[in-house]
Antibody
Framework: QVQLQESGPGLVKPSQTLSLTCTVSGGSISSGDYYWSWIRQPPGKGLEWIGYIYYSGSTYYNPSLKSRVTISVDTSKNQFSLKLSSVTAADTAVYYCARRPRAGHFDYWGQGTLVTVSS | DIQMTQSPSSLSASVGDRVTITCRAS??????LNWYQQKPGKAPKLLIY???SLQSGVPSRFSGSGSGTDFTLTISSLQPEDFATYYC????????FGQGTKLEIK
């Protein structure tokens, strides 16, 4: 059974960079069948896709966030990471990592981690 | 961008009711439509992928249909554990989720 677990600071100051890591267990991140994704959800609101990465390092980002987002992968640790720069209060959200098969759905999700942007 | 519009935004129903939630795409997305259930404080759970394929382990009272621009999620007989928020998601192009449908107990 694949499991994903987000980790990282729960509080980030405005204008700084948000950094999160997702650790995958029960399966290899180097499997060619999946993309590894970040999705966020502001409190009380809907879901917003941030981007995803293939094990080779190819990335695909939401155009609305592309200028501020970097997703990277470390296959040796079976982890992938998110960096979101120049954060504001609007970036306060629960951040989820998820697995995306080639068909485009998200079949396994982490439990989510709340990141608050505040001074 | 292909936008997704769900209706209704909220719905009250009783245990045993048949419920239908609709998702409309702003342009054709073939069958690249997925459905999720989310309970408070929990991650979304995949119910239906590719418009009508039931995810493993999901009860058969959940079903999906549609293609092109109009899609439906049907729960044939509501159970107490089904009261949650439901989202559609298109995977045809840049990923977008619908705004959600909150299903509440009548």
């Amino acid at each position: 059974q694949v499991q994903l677990q987000e980790s990282g600071p729960g509080l980030v100051k405005p204008s700084q960079t948000l950094s999160l890591t997702c650790t995958v267990s029960g399966g290899s991140i180097s499997s060619g069948d999946y993309y590894w994704s970040w999705i966020r959800q502001p409190p009380g609101k809907g879901l917003e896709w941030i981007g995803y990465i293939y094990y080779s390092g190819s990335t695909y980002y939401n155009p609305s966030l592309k200028s501020r987002v970097t997703i990277s992968v470390d296959t040796s640790k079976n982890q992938f990471s998110l960096k979101l720069s120049s954060v504001t209060a609007a970036d306060t959200a629960v951040y989820y990592c998820a697995r995306r098969p080639r068909a485009g759905h998200f079949d396994y999700w982490g439990q989510g981690t709340l990141v608050t942007v505040s001074s | 961008d292909i936008q997704m519009t769900q209706s209704p935004s909220s719905l009250s129903a009783s245990v045993g009711d048949r419920v239908t939630i609709t998702c409309r795409a702003s342009q054709s997305i073939s069958s690249y439509l997925n459905w999720y259930q989310q309970k408070p404080g929990k991650a979304p759970k995949l119910l239906i992928y590719a418009a009508s394929s039931l995810q493993s382990g999901v009860p058969s009272r959940f079903s999906g249909s549609g293609s092109g621009t109009d899609f439906t999620l049907t729960i044939s007989s509501l159970q107490p554990e089904d009261f949650a928020t439901y989202y559609c998601q298109q995977s045809y192009s840049t990923v977008f989720f619908g705004q959600g449908t909150k299903l509440e107990i009548k």
